[in-house]
């Protein structure tokens, strides 16, 4: 069964930086596609980062320059560095993994900014 373990969330001020983790346990073959949502209360799920297992990057324009995705194949790891930090990216972060074309995702880690 697969597994997602998100860490890093928290409560940080304007301008400050968080550093995201989410492991993937269980019986894995491949991963695609690693990548990072967001949901805010009253808002839908949005991409925020993604990362392929060749290391191309595809980055949500509000994140642009301020956040950084990357991924550890071989722990099955993916990260996101998150720099510059707004009140407005306050939200639910969840790590997604495309495995053989099916999605999994963690628990999410709340991430709040203060102002």
């Known amino acids: 069964q697969v597994q997602l373990a998100e860490s890093g969330g928290g409560l940080v001020q304007a301008g400050g930086s968080l550093r995201l983790s989410c492991v993937v346990s269980?019986?894995?073959?491949?991963?695609?596609?690693m990548g990072w949502y967001r949901q805010a209360p009253g808002k839908q799920r949005e991409l925020v980062a993604a990362?392929?297992?060749?290391?191309?990057?595809n980055y949500a324009d509000f994140v642009k320059g301020r956040f950084t995705i990357s991924r550890t194949n071989a722990k099955n790891t993916v990260f996101l560095q998150m720099n510059s930090l707004k009140p407005e990216d306050t939200a639910v972060y969840y790590c997604?993994?495309?495995?053989?074309?099916?999605?999994?995702w963690g628990q999410g880690t709340q991430v709040t900014v203060s102002s």
């Open positions: 269980g019986t894995i073959f491949s991963i695609n596609v």
């Open positions: 990362i392929t297992s060749g290391g191309n990057t």
């Open positions: 997604n993994a495309d495995i053989i074309g099916r999605h999994y």
